[in-house]
């Protein structure tokens, strides 16, 4: 990549409300990432809706078999059950429906050094999470990814305006500094959120969700600062 880039993914497995509201996505000319988890679980719509998706631009991955917390479950029954148990039937069940798995999100952005060593072996890129305060760890998104030396493993900032039924404190603000800095640093910015749902329903249903106006609003953010929005599909092997 040679140019600053928004990189705007979506967690786990509202399939159809991605799909209803893609047109915020095109209207944005914006390129996503869909990590998913329980790929097993997809229906023949959802399937067929993902590899719509994917065939408009954007990149599907893997989120997990059962979106299991990894560090946990690795103190639990070790890293090779990990492997056995969460990582490579996610791979198997995307590559069965024909969808992308070359990268992974870390379910609640947890991991470890050995983790990622071990699926760097497996994936091109990985996705963490990092806090959403404005002080440094904000800017911890913020990376060059034509540097060599870059780690494949990327933090993330959430951009949900509601988690669980209740509404997430106004950081608009800060998310508006974090773009304002890549845009003077010519950094690239790593951005994340689960389900797309207007307000009401999306408090009502209880699931992590940005709303459609909040979603178009931060593309055209980033965009009116020079930053493509791409998937992790056009990041180098």
Known sequence: MTEPSLLMSFDDRTVDHWFAHRGVLDDAGARVTFFVSHADRLTDEETERLQVLQREGHTIASHGSRHADGPGFVADHGLAAYLEEEIEPSIAALAERSLGHRDFAHPFGRHTRAIDDVLTGRFSWLRSTTPRHLDERALAV????????????????????????????????????????????????????????????????????????????????????????????????
Do not use: K
Request: charged share 25%.
């Open 142 to 237: 913020l990376a060059d990814l034509d540097e060599p030396s870059m780690p494949r493993v990327l933090p993330a900032r959430g951009i949900d305006v509601g988690r669980r039924g209740v509404a997430n404190p106004d950081d608009g603000g800060v998310l508006l500094h974090v773009l304002d800095e890549a845009e003077r640093t010519g950094a690239s910015v790593c951005l994340y959120a689960h389900d797309i749902a207007e307000w009401d329903r999306g408090l009502a249903q209880g699931r992590n969700f940005i709303t459609p106006g909040r979603l178009g609003a931060v593309l055209g953010a980033a965009r009116d600062r020079g930053l493509a929005a791409v998937g992790f599909g056009v990041l180098p092997d």
